[in-house]
């Protein structure tokens, strides 16, 4: 039996890993080109997608977003409008997924760690930590797993995964993220990159593509048949400190996990790292920014839900950045970078 399976977002970094992943695992899979600067079409092409997808579905079906151009920084009008998409888009699938024969109905939704934890307390964070955003972007995040959580009364499966900073070859350069491809572009370019945080700052780091499998895990274990639901199991040794739907393993009736390595690493640490492997200095100036409030210093995380998804081998951060920084070597010599 062959799933269906939709990918929005699937030219982003950790979309583009998710349909190699999918189909690797033998899902028919199928993505949408959405004109994201209209509204009115991004929703209609988004609606279309979802009838082609039911159309043609022989079993099973999934959805998986993994869609938005927010970071940190981003204004809140520009979340208020990728939110007002997810809104409809969330309509669409209850209407048009939910009301479909398929044996399984699974949506699985690309949240943030760093974004909803970023002022949250005590960590390593865990599923049952309280979030606690610290910017608009945040607060955007979790707005988006309460909208895409009440699917679960559509008799749809929902897996939310909370991603810890995830890298890898192919990440956009242009966007204000990914310290590990631009620091690598720094490498390259000569030209210093500025660091708005304290080089003491504790970040998880994961490769896309052990990412990306771990959120395919993570959607098939949230895959009830019709009629039943999918609750997470959580480790024993942390049940015991809170009630799951109090701390956020449970958003509604959505199963939410957190995406990470497990293993933090210090932005000096990186640094240094790097300098080994290239034989020479990063150019980094550290800087000012008004935005490095909304930064959290240390945003350790360990995920406790569906702990036996995390029992595999993952790629380790200096072998990752060895991958990103020969992808990012060759555009470079090959011109595609400016110099």
Request: net charge neutral; charged share 20%; glycine share 10%.
């Amino acid at each position: 039996m062959t799933r269906s399976s939709l990918v929005v977002g699937s030219r982003g970094l950790l979309g583009r890993s998710l349909v190699a992943e999918l189909r690797g695992r033998g899902d028919d899979v199928a993505t949408v080109s959405v004109p994201w600067s209209d509204e009115e079409a991004a929703g209609e092409e988004l609606a279309r997608a979802l009838e082609r997808l039911v159309a043609t579905a022989s079993d099973d079906v999934a959805v998986w977003w993994c869609a938005g151009a927010g970071v940190t920084a981003t204004p809140q009008h520009v979340l208020d409008a990728e939110l007002r998409t997810l809104e409809r888009f969330v309509d669409d699938v209850r209407r048009i997924v939910g009301g479909a024969s398929a044996r399984r109905r699974t949506l699985f939704y690309s949240s943030s760690a760093g974004g909803v934890f970023a002022g949250s307390q005590e960590p390593p964070f865990t599923e049952l930590t309280t979030p606690a955003p610290l910017a608009p972007y945040g607060h955007a995040k979790l707005r988006a797993e309460a909208m895409v959580s009440s699917l679960a009364d559509a008799g749809i499966g929902v897996a939310i995964g909370r991603l810890a900073n995830i890298y890898g070859p192919g990440q956009d350069l242009a966007k204000p993220q990914g310290l590990i491809s631009q620091l690598c572009l720094a490498h390259h370019t000569a030209r210093p990159i500025n660091v708005y945080v304290s080089l003491d700052t504790l970040r998880d780091y994961i490769f896309v593509d052990d990412a990306a499998r771990l959120c395919a895990d993570l959607g098939d274990a949230a895959s009830p048949r019709s009629g039943t639901s999918a609750m997470p199991p959580v480790a024993a040794d942390e049940a015991s400190k809170g009630d799951a739907d109090a701390g956020g393993a449970v958003v509604g009736a959505a199963v939410v996990k957190i995406i990470a390595s497990g293993r933090a690493a210090s932005i000096g640490a990186l640094i240094a790292d790097m300098r080994r492997l290239f034989k020479r200095r990063v150019p980094v100036v550290l800087a000012a920014s008004p935005y490095a409030r909304q930064q959290a210093r240390d945003l350790r995380l360990r995920s406790v839900v569906l702990p036996e998804i995390d029992q595999q081998p993952l790629v380790t951060l200096i072998n990752g950045i060895d991958r990103v920084n020969e992808d990012i070597g060759a555009q470079f010599r090959a011109g595609v970078l400016d110099r």
